[in-house]
């Protein structure tokens, strides 16, 4: 029957008019879904294709909204535990590339050695036998 965007606070939460009485739109957890923002409100009820609401500002206290604010030590060890992933892949990025930009420079004033297919050949092979022995060794323990 209508919609109600009724101030509570320093947000705004949806009142639903319907034959059988009121209701308030709740979150997964079944809390009343507030909403900071007026706009991000209206947004949604148009998104959900109703275009037609009242506000109700008697009860918006915009300068609780200091007041209002819950910490969040879930969200600041999320994003702690992000932060330092980035740092590390970002430690580890500069220590590849020094280690590419030295093999380069190795092979640019002869100081790392260039080998010839063949040689490659017998090292393959000789890596080869070593894993395959290795490997036996941990399947006979």
């Known amino acids: 029957m209508g919609i109600t965007l009724c101030g509570d606070g320093a947000a705004f939460v949806?009142?639903?008019?319907?034959?059988r009485g009121q209701a308030v739109m709740v979150t997964s957890?079944?809390?009343p879904r507030r909403f900071a923002d007026p706009r991000k409100a209206l947004q949604m009820l148009r998104g959900i294709g109703l275009t037609d609401?009242?506000?109700d500002t008697s009860s918006w206290r915009p300068e609780d909204s200091a007041l209002e604010k819950t910490a969040r030590p879930d969200r600041s060890l999320?994003?702690?535990a992000a932060h330092e992933a980035?740092?590390?892949d970002a430690d580890y990025d500069r220590w590849f590339h020094a280690k590419v930009q030295a093999s380069l420079d190795?092979?640019?004033d002869g100081t790392n050695r260039v080998y010839t297919e063949k040689e490659w050949?017998?090292?393959r092979s000789e890596l080869l036998i070593k894993l395959k022995s290795l490997k036996t060794v941990k399947?006979?323990?």
């Open 86 to 88: 980035a740092q590390h």
């Open 121 to 123: 050949k017998v090292k």
């Open 29 to 31: 957890r079944q809390q």
């Open 78 to 80: 999320a994003l702690k």
């Open 53 to 55: 609401c009242r506000i």
């Open 14 to 19: 949806v009142n639903v008019h319907t034959q």
């Open 139 to 141: 399947q006979a323990a």
């Open 106 to 108: 190795g092979l640019k």
